[in-house]
């Protein structure tokens, strides 16, 4: 029987990590290029993040996070990768110009899901276990506020306005949205059962909740809260929009495959099989390539998005997770 990762959490009882060999990668001192894009991979099993090129698609760095890394936040203007770590309780900040772990961030809870404010100045951060979410500034790490949200806060993600933030409750089965001015709740929206990854389009318009245990994704209008909830493989993940908001690509934990829906007929269009145990996802869209993380092949899919069809298979680092937008253009 396959494990879940999605379950991982379940009962509130996290079972620890045997750590395994680490993956290195062959790699250049030379200073990053800007014209590329990289991919951060969160390696759970062997507390590692591996990068990507996706001009290469080759791993050209395995950096040493903390203990159990997890979710994914990327920022340009920073220059810094955000990764959380669930066992040691922390967030660990990579320097995304010489790809080298240059400090952390302590909290006291288990920190899953993160998400960037569109400008860069406030980390928000999902504790699972204390059902909260922290609002951190990533300019004083210290200066920190947190609000209660539902059970089980995974998936995050804050509006291209800067405005709200969407956070997925799995044990609530809603969508709290948050004011980020206040950091209070606005409203819940009633999703499937055990919403975990959320994506939003590039215009905000369109939030989509994958629901695990439905088997669902519920695509939310951000305006009116109204819903359409399409049917996906087993045990979906997380998911990604197309920048033309017409396609979203969901992983599918347990069917070791990716839905391609179209929005415009709420169809499924296509379903392309990828490696074991597929979580994260997130798309280069110059290069028109969607990244997904394999939990239980140690390993990242690459899709043409053009096609929908498999490009390659790159090899990373143990149970390959990267929860969150983890692509950054230097």
Known sequence: MKLKPADTFKNRCYTPLIVASIFLAACNSNPADRNNRYAYITNQGDNTVSVINTTSNLVVHTIKAGKAPVGVAVSAKLQRAYISNVESQEISIIDTQNQKLVGSIKIKGSPVGLALSADSKTLYVADWFDNRV?????QQTDAVRELSVGDAPAGLIVSPDNQRLYIANRDSNDVAIIDTATLSIKERVSVGKHPFGLALSKTGKLLASVNVQDDSVSIIDTQTHQQQMIKVGYHPYCAAFSPDEKTLYVTNTQDDSVSVLDLNTQKLIATIN???????????????????????SNNVSVIDTDTNR?????????????????????
């Open 134 to 138: 922290l609002a951190i500034d990533t």
């Open 274 to 296: 990828v490696g074991s145990t597929p979580e994260g996802i997130d798309i280069d869209h110059d290069k028109h390539r969607a990244y997904i993380a394999n939990w239980g």
């Open 310 to 330: 498999l490009l390659t298979t790159i090899k990373t680092g143990d149970k390959s997770r990267a929860f969150g937008q983890f692509i950054l253009k230097q």
